[in-house]
């Protein structure tokens, strides 16, 4: 009887997964659709909003040149670095928050007040603390991913069930054990949702502090085709930063078991 009712399951959540897929195929399409009729329009500047035809030729030189695939490790380098030390961090914090309530009503409220703070305003501390280098950039993708994973993770310990947490201190488990075995597992969800998140201000602490004082990096090839006012290189490296991001997050979805999809 579980079995029926799990195919039953199944096969109506496959229709709702299809019109998903076609609402979002529309929603690619209607973009692409307007976006030609701007540029065919002539209402903005010609260069500013090129054609598709046009991006896709810049997007084909950009791929088959070899420069860029440097530039492309190196900002991978610096997000993937951020990230693990960010949140790490942020885990450690939210961990932290969640399990102490005294600690939770001292310093959560700051993490709260600091989350939507631009960090790009922390950019010349860094730069001081860590130099012009690849340094400053991870530490500014750390910084900026630290936030969410910290309030997500603090978020999520206060949902487990008090019975998992009793169990595991009747058992007299470590604190390391009651991280691994307890904690981790049992807010799953609100960790990955908050690497989700993470991700995608990573990305963008790292880009930004690229376009600001950097010679490598897809940021620097960023602001050097706006500076130069090659808008179709720039639209082209855009989209593959678009195309990368939707799939390290689908990634950690799939991972996680979060992606709905």
């Known amino acids: 009887m579980a079995e029926s009712a799990r195919l039953s399951i199944t096969t109506s959540a ?5 019109r998903v897929t076609l ?24 260069d500013v909003v090129p054609s ?4 896709a030729r810049a997007l084909g030189r950009l791929l088959v040149h070899p420069d860029f695939y440097s530039h492309l490790g190196f900002t991978a380098a610096e997000v993937g670095a951020g990230l693990a030390i960010g949140g790490l961090a942020g885990l450690a914090a939210g ?42 950039k991870i530490a500014m993708a750390a910084i900026s991913c630290f936030f969410p994973i910290a309030i997500s993770t603090a978020g999520g310990m206060r949902r487990i069930d008090r019975v998992l947490i009793r169990v595991g201190q009747s058992f007299r488990a470590s604190g390391w054990q009651m991280v691994r075995k307890i904690y981790l597992p049992a807010m ?3 960790v990955l949702n908050g690497a989700r998140l ?16 950097s010679n490598r990096g897809v940021g620097y090839l960023v602001i050097q085709a706006y500076a130069t006012f090659d808008m179709p290189r ?28």
């Not at 496959?14 to 299809?18: D, E, F, M, Q």
């Open 52 to 55: 598709l035809t046009i991006i």
């Open 23 to 46: 609402l979002r195929a529309a929603i690619v399409v209607t973009v692409l659709v307007a976006w030609e009729a701007l540029a065919a329009s002539g209402l903005l500047f010609r």
């Open 95 to 136: 961990i932290f928050l969640g399990a102490n309530r005294f600690a939770a009503q001292a310093y959560e409220a700051l993490i709260y007040y600091l989350g939507p703070t631009p960090k790009i305003i922390f950019f010349p501390v860094m730069i001081m603390w860590f130099g012009v280098g690849a340094g400053s």
């Open 188 to 190: 799953r969800v609100p």
């Open 14 to 18: 496959r229709p709702a997964a299809g």
């Open 198 to 213: 993470g991700l995608g201000v990573a990305i963008i602490g790292a880009l930004l502090a690229e376009t600001k004082l």
């Open 234 to 261: 720039m639209y082209a490296l855009l989209i593959v930063l678009f195309v990368m991001a939707i799939g390290a997050n689908a990634l950690i979805g799939r991972f996680g078991g979060t992606d709905r999809g």
